[in-house]
């Protein structure tokens, strides 16, 4: 791809900036935290020393003053290396820190956006639960107002950051039979459940940010990809919010997290992109030094072909990816071309992925190369943040909408 398409020359800066970050830092631990499922601390504290734990904040937030291209290249380059890491930044990023930027009152984004855009703290979004997933508008978890806070209880699963983080942003039912409509976002936090570690290193952990009391977290799943990224229900027990920890209006919250989720679905999108450029790679690197017959296997047309389609399809993810941060960037409507962007790449990092593999051979089933780690990441990016028949949906409904509402239709 022309850079000058999409990349100006900060933009490059930060690309050079992460990728280094990434191989210098990630690339080395990555098969042991994906072994041992352990969240990488460590790397969270240099992450946020380099500011990619609030690339798109303004410093006045506690952010790197960057912009939104910059955070979409940084999932897209941790993500070549490590999906976990990418999907940590793009977890806390878009689905624990935006709705505060965008939704929040001057007091909220004050109080909690500098701790979580610094990386002093990681955040979560708890928006899927045991009835409610594709169907988000089934949330059961209730919040009955008292006199000065509401009180919350119901249990979100899948996710992200649920035990490791401390600032979450959930959803409630605060008007029965109200369907969408009577479904509010709150703010609520907790202690991270690895407090000595976090003290000891000095990071993930905020000793004077109240705690909202009967809010904790379940045991950790034990996943199939992703395995670096902490994944846990949320359980909200007669949890006291504060009425201040209202975020946005009563009713509103349903609507505002669909604003939310479409900013999710380009940062899958630049994650599965990673996966799958990153597997692309190893399958080229491997194919022009691995010999079999006499010759290096990349002379042999069913690779050669297995890697051509590769490079294309990554190409044209690449344009669809960076063509919607344009668009989201101009302050355009790009609900229908994040749907398709999270869709294609998803799927991509799932085709390539396996093509990797299967150039690999044995030895791409094995722990010994990154490969079959990355396919195993691959697989979750057309579940996470909206199913690929979700995407289908959201997709069919704008390219028909306009023909299926004509006069005499």
Known sequence: MDDSLYFEHQHL????????????????????????????????????????????????????????MSYYITIHELAKVDASHGLTV?????????????????????????????????GGFGLTEPGAGSDAGSTATTAVEKSDHYLLNGSKIFITHAGVGEIFSVTARTTPGQGNRGITSFIVTKDTVDLDACRALGVGHVENLPKVRGVSAGKKEEKMGWRASDTRELILEDAMVPKENVLGTVG??????????????????????????????????????????????????GVSFSL?????????????????????????PFKKEAAMAK?????LAMRTTTKAVQIFGGYGYTADYPVERMMRDAKVCEIGEGTSEIQRIVIGR???GDLLHEPGR
């Open 13 to 68: 800066q930060v690309r050079d900036m992460v990728c280094d970050f990434a191989k210098t830092h990630v690339a080395p631990v990555a098969r042991e935290l994906d072994r041992t499922s352990t969240f990488p601390w460590e790397n969270i504290k240099r992450m946020g020393e380099l500011g990619l734990l609030g690339v798109p904040w303004s410093e006045e937030l506690g952010g790197a003053g960057m912009d939104q």
């Open 343 to 347: 869709l294609y790449c998803s799927e």
């Open 90 to 122: 793009s977890a806390h990023t878009n689905l624990g820190t935006s709705p505060i930027v965008e939704f929040g009152t001057d007091a909220q984004r004050s109080r909690y956006v500098p701790l979580l855009a610094s990386g002093q703290v990681m």
């Open 252 to 301: 509103q919250g349903f609507v505002n997290f669909l604003k939310t989720l479409d900013g999710g679905r380009i940062g899958i999108a630049a994650l599965s992109l990673g996966i799958a450029e990153g597997a692309y790679e190893e399958a080229l690197k491997y194919a022009a030094t691995r010999k079999q017959f006499g010759k290096p296997i990349g002379t042999f047309q």
């Open 398 to 400: 704008h390219i028909l």
């Open 308 to 332: 051509a389609d590769m490079a294309t399809e990554i190409e044209a993810g690449k344009h669809l990816l960076y063509s919607t941060v344009r668009l989201k960037m101009s302050g355009k």
